[in-house]
Each structure stands twice: as structure tokens, then as C-alpha cells.
Nanobody
Framework: QMQLVESGGGSVQSGGSLRLSCVASGYRFSNYCMAWFRQTPGTEREVVAAIDNDGNTSYADSVKGRFTISQDGAKNTLYLQMNSLKPDDTAMYYC?????????????????????????WGQGTQVAVSS
């Protein structure tokens, strides 16, 4: 089975930056669509950004222009560069992997946003933004 391990979380002031990493093992990283989700107490897990094996990316409206998702296939590592952080970005951040049995077009239309579509999850890394 695929295993995902996140790292890079921490505490930062508003306007600061953090870089999250997710190392995948068990299966080839490139065979999956990868994503970052986040969750705060009392809220549902929401997508932050996603990337497919062709390098296509998509972002939640709340992080566009501030966050960048990327991957290094040779290292089997997913990254999330977070800049201009805000207190509202405070959350547990999770790495996730999906192997959708649908067309790429259908996936990117809407399905990529749903946590129910993802088969594997990391344990999360905490991000706290203060001001």
C-alpha cells in the first residue's frame, strides 16, 4: 500500500512562508493524482491544491497566487510552498493520493476537490499562522 508522510509544518507570523513536504512510498508516485488538504476543528476537510501525473495543477480560490504545489518524481516527494500566509491558513495539512477511474477532464472539472475521491492519506502536519 502507498504510505504518505508529511513534514514541514510549524508556526509562522502573518506574511511568512512555509514549505510542506510529503514523501510517498509503496507505489510509484507518478501513477497517482496528489493533493494537499487542510482541516480545522469543527470543519470538513477542504482541498488546498492538487496535481496530476502530467503536472497539471489546480488550487482552491482562497490560496491562488499564494501557494504552489509541485512534485519531484525522482524523490517521490510532493511539496506545497506557502507564501503570504494568513491566520485563516492555520490548520492541519494532509497529503493525499487518488487513482481515479475517470477521464482527466471529468476529474479536473470537480472531482479533485472532494476528499472522498482520495484513497491514501498522511497523518498531517500542523501549520499555525499568528499575527
Amino acid at each position: 500500500q502507498m504510505q504518505l508522510v508529511e513534514s514541514g509544518g510549524g508556526s509562522v507570523q502573518s506574511g511568512g512562508s512555509l514549505r510542506l513536504s510529503c514523501v510517498a512510498s509503496g507505489y510509484r508516485f507518478s501513477n497517482y493524482c496528489m493533493a494537499w488538504f487542510r482541516q480545522t476543528p469543527g470543519t470538513e476537510r477542504e482541498v488546498v491544491a492538487a496535481i496530476d501525473n502530467d503536472g497539471n495543477t489546480s488550487y482552491a480560490d482562497s490560496v491562488k497566487g499564494r501557494f504552489t504545489i509541485s512534485q519531484d518524481g525522482a524523490k517521490n516527494t510532493l511539496y506545497l510552498q506557502m507564501n503570504s500566509l494568513k491566520p485563516d491558513d492555520t490548520a492541519m495539512y494532509y497529503c493525499a493520493a487518488a487513482a481515479p477511474q475517470i477521464t482527466h477532464g471529468e476529474w479536473w472539472l470537480l472531482r479533485w476537490r472532494s476528499s472522498e475521491e482520495y484513497n491514501y492519506w498522511g497523518q498531517g502536519t500542523q501549520v499555525a499562522v499568528s499575527s
